[in-house]
C-alpha cells in the first residue's frame, strides 16, 4: 500500500535528522565554556576524580568520537548513557519525567482544539457581530500573553486568593504506578480521591497552556473559514437553496479545517517546549523542568537524551499531521501522484 | 545644442518620480486601509508608545531604577510610586520606563541578524532547487526539529548567560523560520506565468530576483516582521525569565517578572506591571502585523481603493 510506504519514507528520513541533532547538541556541548566534568564532579572534588568523570563521558576525545560513542551505546544497548548530575540512566528519568509532561501538554491540546476551533468557525459565521469582536479580543490576548506571566496571574487569583485549585505539583497519593500517567493510573485502580486529586492540579496548568494555543488556533481557523464562505462553492451552495446547516457542515467546514490542522503537527511539539516554563512555575516534575536543570548543571547526556526525545516526539507529531490531513483532503494523497 | 543644467534635473527628477509611481502610489493607499481599521491604528499607537518609551524612557523615569532604599520595600502602587516598589526599595516604574529598550534592542538584533540569513539561505533554496534545495532544508530541518525555547536556552547557557548572548542564541533559534518563509515564496512565484515570461524573453537569475521574486517577498515578510517582533519580545523575556537571559540588576522585563515571583502573595505589583507592559507591547505588535497584513491583501485592497480614489480625486 501506498500509505505504508510513505509512513517508512518519512521514518527512514527522521534518520538523518536525528543525526544532525545529536551533532548540533555535540557541537553545543563542546563549545560551552565551562569545564562539564568539574561542575559534575562538585567543587571538593580531587582532580583525579574529575579526570575519571572526564574518561568516563569521553571528554577528553574530540566530538566526533564523542558522538560515535554515543551512536554506538545507543544502537547496541538502546543506552542514552547516565545522567552526570542525578546518577540515574538518562533513559530512567525521562522514562518518569515523559508521563508528566505528556500529560500537561495533551490535555492543554485538547482543550485548545475543542474550544479554539469551535469559536474561529462561529467567529466567522458571525463576522463584525458582537460574538465575532469577543472571540478576536479572547484570541489576541491568548496569543500576545506571555506565558510565564499569565501563568503568575493564574496561580494569583485561582490559588493565592480565590483558593479554588492547588497551584503546585503533580498528585502526591499513593497509587500503582501502571503507565505513568496519573489520571489513567487512578482510573485502573478505581481511586476516584486520587483522580480528583491529580484532575485538580491539572486545571491550571493546562488552562494556561491550552489559552495561549487556543488563541492561535482561532485565529488560523477564523482566517481560513473566512475564505472558504467567500468561495464560489460556498456561494453556489447557497444560491441552490441548501439548508444553512448544510452548507456550513459539508461545504466550507471540511475545507475550512484543513489550515489549522496543519499548525496542529508543529503546534503540539511546540507545547512540548513550552511547557519548560510551567513546569518551572508549578512545580511540575516533567521533562521541560528536567531539560531546564540540565542545561544549567551542564548535563550532557541528559541535554542529549532530552533533545533526542524531543525531536523524535516533534517529528512524529509533523509526520502524524501529514498523514491525516491526506485523509481528510483527497487532493493530497501521500505516497505518490493521484493520477 | 546644450540644455540648460536645470532641465535635466528636472527630467532625471521626472524619471524617478515616474518610476517611483506605483510604490508611491500604493504606500498611500495601504496606509490609507491602515488608518480605516480601528484595531490596527490602536496597535500602531501602543507600538509608537512602546517606540516612545525604548527612546526616552530613560528621561521621564521620576527614579534611579538601580537606587536601593531598603526601607522603602514593598511599597503598593500610590501616588508617589504608580506602580509601587520591589524588594529594595526600587521604583518598579522608573526600572520598567529603563527596561523598555532592552526589549526593543533585542526584537531588533534579532531579526537584522536572523532575516538576511533566512532570506539568503531560503532564496537560494527557492531560486535554484536541486542539492543547494535539499542540503539548505535538511539543515533546517535539523533546527526545526527542536522545540525553540530549549534551543535558544542550550546557546545562550553554551556561550555565558547574558542579554546579548540570549538574543545571539534566539536569532540561532529563528533564521530557519525565515529560510522556509521565503523558500516556499519563491518557490510558488518561480512557477507564475510572469516568471515564466521574463525567463523566455531571456532574463537573468539576478534580474529575476530583483524585480520579481524579491518584490512578491517583501509583504509576506513585513506581516511576519511585526508579528514576529512580538514573538522574539516574549521569547526574550522567557528567557530571561528561566535565567539564561539578563541578570540582575538590569531592568529587563521578563526578569523583573521573575524576581517579584517569590514575592506574589505579598506584592503582586513587582510581577504584574513588567508583565503587563510585555503583554500590551506584543499586543500592539500584533495588532498593527495583521493591520498590515489586511491592508496588502489584494481582495481587500481593492474594495477600499475605490473608496480612496473616491476620496482623493473628488
Same mark, same amino acid.
Given at each position: ?78 543506552? =542514552? ?43 466567522? =459565521? ?214 | 545644442?546644450?540644455?540648460?543644467? &536645470?532641465?535635466?534635473? !528636472? ?72 506602580? %509601587? ?13 529603563? &527596561? ?21 539561505? %531560503? &532564496? ?54 525565515? !529560510? ?27 534580474? #529575476? ?12 515578510? #513585513? ?10 519580545? !516574549? ?24 524576581? &517579584? ?19 500590551? !507591547? ?33
Amino acid at each position: 500500500m501506498k500509505l505504508r510506504n510513505y509512513i517508512l519514507r518519512r521514518l527512514l528520513l527522521l534518520i538523518p535528522v536525528i543525526l544532525g541533532v545529536l551533532v548540533l547538541v555535540f557541537i553545543i556541548s563542546y563549545v560551552i565554556p565551562a569545564d562539564p566534568a568539574r561542575a559534575w564532579a562538585g567543587p571538593k572534588a580531587r582532580p583525579e576524580q574529575v579526570e575519571a568523570l572526564r574518561e568516563r563521558y569521553h571528554l577528553n576525545d574530540p566530538v566526533y568520537l564523542q558522538i560515535y560513542y554515543y551512536l554506538k551505546s545507543l544502537i547496541l544497548h538502546f543506552d =542514552l548513557g547516565v545522567s552526570a548530575t542525578s546518577g540515574r540512566p538518562v533513559l530512567t528519568d525521562l522514562k518518569a519525567f515523559f508521563p508528566a509532561t505528556f500529560e500537561l501538554a495533551f490535555f492543554a491540546f485538547v482543550l485548545a482544539i475543542v474550544i479554539g476551533i469551535p469559536l474561529g468557525v462561529v467567529s466567522a =459565521l458571525r463576522r463584525n457581530k458582537p460574538t465575532d469582536h469577543f472571540s478576536r479580543v479572547v484570541a489576541l490576548t491568548g496569543v500576545s500573553t506571555p506565558l510565564f506571566w499569565s501563568a503568575l496571574l493564574m496561580q494569583f487569583f485561582f490559588y493565592y486568593k480565590l483558593r479554588w485549585v492547588p497551584a503546585f505539583g503533580r498528585s502526591v497519593v499513593e497509587i500503582n504506578r501502571y503507565t505513568g500517567f496519573i489520571l489513567l493510573d487512578s482510573v485502573l485502580n478505581w481511586n476516584w480521591s486520587a483522580f480528583g486529586d491529580a484532575a485538580t492540579r491539572l486545571i491550571l496548568p493546562a488552562v494556561t497552556l491550552a489559552f495561549y494555543t487556543m488563541g492561535y488556533l482561532v485565529r488560523i481557523t477564523r482566517g481560513s473559514m473566512l475564505e472558504v464562505l467567500e468561495s464560489e462553492y460556498v456561494v453556489t451552495a447557497k444560491a441552490k437553496g441548501l439548508p444553512a446547516r448544510i452548507v456550513i457542515y459539508r461545504h466550507a467546514l471540511k475545507n475550512a479545517i484543513i489550515p489549522p490542522i496543519t499548525v496542529l503537527g508543529v503546534t503540539f511539539g511546540w507545547l512540548l517546549g513550552g511547557t519548560v516554563l510551567l513546569e518551572t512555575i508549578f512545580s511540575w516534575p516533567g521533562m521541560g523542568r528536567y531539560a531546564a536543570g540540565s542545561i544549567v548543571q551542564v548535563d550532557l547526556p541528559a541535554m542529549v537524551g532530552f533533545t533526542l526525545v524531543a525531536a523524535t516526539v516533534m517529528i512524529l507529531s509533523n509526520l502524524v499531521v501529514d498523514i491525516f490531513y491526506s485523509i481528510i483532503d483527497p487532493r493530497v494523497r501521500v505516497g505518490g501522484k493521484t493520477r | 545644442m546644450r540644455l540648460p543644467e &536645470g532641465f535635466l534635473f !528636472t527630467s532625471r527628477y521626472r524619471i524617478l518620480k515616474r518610476r517611483l509611481h506605483p510604490i508611491t502610489k500604493e504606500f498611500g493607499l495601504t496606509l490609507y486601509v491602515l488608518r480605516k481599521s480601528t484595531l490596527a491604528v490602536i496597535g500602531a499607537l501602543l507600538v509608537g508608545m512602546f517606540l516612545f518609551l525604548a527612546i526616552f524612557g530613560s528621561r521621564v523615569a521620576p527614579y534611579d531604577p538601580y537606587e536601593v532604599k531598603i526601607k522603602e520595600r514593598f511599597i503598593p502602587p500610590s501616588k508617589a510610586h504608580w506602580f %509601587g516598589t520591589d524588594k529594595m526599595g526600587r521604583d518598579v516604574l522608573s526600572r520598567m520606563l529603563f &527596561g523598555a529598550r532592552y526589549s526593543i534592542r533585542a526584537g531588533l538584533i534579532v531579526l537584522v541578524i536572523a532575516v538576511p540569513i533566512g532570506v539568503l539561505l %531560503g &532564496g537560494i533554496a527557492g531560486l535554484f532547487g536541486g542539492w543547494r534545495d535539499e542540503v539548505i532544508m535538511r539543515f533546517t530541518d535539523v533546527f526545526l526539529a527542536f522545540p525553540s525555547l530549549i534551543l535558544a536556552m542550550s546557546f545562550s547557557a553554551a556561550l555565558g548567560p547574558s542579554l546579548f548572548n540570549a538574543m545571539i542564541a534566539l536569532s540561532i533559534v529563528w533564521w530557519p523560520m525565515y !529560510t522556509r518563509l521565503i523558500r516556499g515564496q519563491a518557490l510558488s512565484v518561480r512557477e507564475t506565468d510572469y516568471v515564466e515570461a521574463a525567463r523566455s524573453r531571456g532574463a537573468g537569475n539576478w534580474y #529575476l530576483v530583483r524585480r520579481h521574486i524579491l518584490p512578491n517577498c517583501l509583504s509576506p515578510i #513585513l506581516v511576519t516582521l511585526t508579528l514576529d517582533m512580538g514573538w522574539i519580545i !516574549t521569547a526574550t523575556a522567557a528567557l530571561s525569565f528561566l535565567g539564561f537571559g539578563a541578570q540582575p540588576p538590569l531592568p529587563e522585563w521578563g526578569r523583573m517578572v521573575s524576581d &517579584g515571583r517569590i514575592y506574589l502573595m505579598q506584592a503582586w505589583w513587582v510581577s504584574v506591571f513588567p508583565g503587563l507592559g510585555i503583554a500590551m !507591547t506584543v499586543l500592539g505588535f500584533n495588532l498593527l502585523g495583521d493591520g498590515i497584513r489586511d491592508a496588502l491583501d489584494p481582495k481587500l485592497r481593492r474594495i477600499t481603493e475605490v473608496k480612496w480614489k473616491q476620496r482623493t480625486f473628488s
